[in-house]
């Protein structure tokens, strides 16, 4: 049965009329005594095969219900048993085989990431119509921009605005891509509701912040001068910050980063869920450095040329998508939620 979204009383119903109806035709198999995560599976109580088709969706017990490797595993960080890959200790760390334990990572925090094919011209296009879109609109909107520092942030509208219909289908392109790689259910499909630029001028950044009731976020990177300013993102486990160990950098794994610090990239997009803290750093672009600016020469301040200018702006796009169930009635759909279908009649 699939989850509904957004609503873990109700994925708890599902999984409990789930049980139910399992516990039904599992009435004379085992009890799961011999299970060792008895004491916290809720399938355990109505009768439990130990198999992935046994356990409550949405929780994860199959990946524990799995067979779990004997004392003595392969050599190497890994092994593969069964349909799972299990990591194990390094050999540094247990030089006795039976002393190495498996190592689960579980709530991982997926980023997804590529550049654009045909990005610099795209990348023109938008640059001039952003441009305008700002002079038409100076004031913007306050969102995690910081006005007296220049940081200019749009209208939310821009997945409605056909001048930028090109970026925007690209966009659902690849949110179609990461729904299918995480395996959401083929009855809903991706619906944005907001989508944005920034203009940052030298100095200017974005304070931390999340995109509240969105599923997916992400940005794409429109102009980015040398030193604008990396993108951010923050461990979003509040708990995982109360107490840092200290790592030999050497052996230090990524799994165990803070926070993570992604280059912008003119033509690259970057996707990560919406509750995932992130900012900007300030933007330090200056004269005489590369603007990344498509077609455009970059500032030098040797020869007296503006040590602020357009040249040194950094340009992105952010967008925020949902599910949404398909078949949603144009004239039911709710106002400004666009799916990739509608894009076709721009
Ligand atoms: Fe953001």
């Known amino acids: 049965m699939a989850n509904k979204p957004g609503s ?3 994925d708890l119903r599902d999984d409990g009329r789930d049980r139910r109806r399992r516990a039904a035709s599992l ?4 009890t799961g005594d011999q299970c060792p995560f008895r004491s916290v599976c809720p399938a355990i109580r109505t009768g439990c095969r130990r198999a992935r088709a046994g356990c409550p969706p949405g929780i994860g017990y199959a990946a524990l219900h799995a067979p779990r490797p004997p004392a003595a595993f392969p050599a190497g960080r890994g092994a593969t048993l069964d349909e799972d890959s299990i990591e194990t200790m390094t050999d540094a760390a247990a030089p006795a085989r039976e002393k190495r334990m ?5 709530f991982p925090t997926p980023v997804y990431y590529t550049d654009l094919a045909q990005a610099q011209d795209l990348n023109a296009r938008l640059v001039a119509d952003i441009r305008a ?8 909107t306050f969102r995690s921009n910081v006005p007296q520092l220049g940081g200019w942030h749009s209208a939310t509208d821009m997945h409605l605005r056909v001048e930028f219909t090109d970026l925007t289908r690209e966009i659902f392109e690849l949110i179609h891509g990461v729904f299918r790689d995480q395996g959401y259910d083929d009855a809903y499909e991706p619906v944005c509701d907001s989508m944005w630029a920034n203009v940052n001028p030298r100095g200017a950044f974005n304070r931390h912040h999340t995109h509240p009731h969105a ?10 001068p040398d030193e604008c300013g990396l993108l951010c993102l923050t461990d979003p486990r ?13 052996r230090r794994s990524a799994h165990t980063w ?8 003119a033509g690259r997009l970057i996707a990560f869920p919406g509750w995932l803290v992130h900012s900007t750093h300030p933007n330090l672009a200056s004269a005489g450095r590369g603007t990344g600016g498509a077609g455009e020469a970059g500032a030098k301040s040797a020869t007296g040329e503006e040590e ?23 004239t039911d759909a709710p106002a400004g939620e666009v799916v990739r279908k509608d894009l076709s009649a721009k």
């Open 308 to 330: 602020n200018g357009p040249a040194l702006e950094r340009i992105s796009v952010s967008f925020n998508f949902r599910q949404r169930r398909k078949g949603v009635a144009p």
């Open 8 to 10: 873990h009383k109700r």
């Open 27 to 30: 009435s004379r198999s085992r």
């Open 258 to 265: 803070a926070e993570v610090y992604y280059q912008p990239v």
């Open 133 to 140: 879109w700002r002079e038409r609109d100076p004031g913007g």
């Open 215 to 224: 599923l997916w976020s992400g940005v794409y990177y429109v102009r980015t």
């Open 238 to 250: 509040p708990q995982a910050h109360v107490i840092t160990p200290y790592f030999d950098p050497g």
């Open 102 to 106: 498996a190592r689960d990572y579980f």
